[in-house]
Nanobody, 125 residues
Framework: QVQLVESGGGLVQPGGSLRLSCAAS????????VGWFRQAPGKEREFVAA????????IAADSVKGRFTISRDNAKSTMYLQMNSLKPENTAVYYC??????????????????WGQGGQVTVSS
């Protein structure tokens, strides 16, 4: 059983940056595709970014490309989401997730087996 613990959320002004971290325990982290999803108030949870276990390829939603960067450190069993040039519409609860998923399915939350507790990111002046 894999456990994921998130940290790094908070309040930031528009244009600012935040880095979310997600530490994994209880499994072979390097064998999992890992991803970030978010849920804004009144909206469904949506895909943000993922990074695969096999090739280390990164995938990102069009809305965050060029501003958000996903990365992983297998030696530390930790994944990150660096968020730059934040906008008020990026306000949401952000969730990390992990699963043994082929690249083709990495944007689909239904294929992820393990989830973090969620962290609030608020972008406001």
């Amino acid at each position: 059983q894999v456990q994921l613990v998130e940290s790094g959320g908070g309040l930031v002004q528009p244009g600012g940056s935040l880095r979310l971290s997600c530490a994994a325990s209880g499994g072979t982290f390097s064998s999992y595709t890992v991803g970030w999803f978010r849920q804004a108030p009144g909206k469904e949870r949506e895909f943000v970014a993922a990074i695969t276990s096999t090739t280390g390829s990164a995938i990102a939603a069009d809305s965050v490309k060029g501003r958000f960067t996903i990365s992983r450190d297998n030696a530390k069993s930790t994944m990150y989401l660096q968020m730059n040039s934040l906008k008020p519409e990026n306000t949401a609860v952000y969730y990390c997730a992990a699963g043994r998923i082929r690249t083709y399915y990495a944007t689909n939350q239904g294929y992820y087996d393990y989830w973090g507790q969620g962290g609030q990111v608020t972008v406001s002046s």
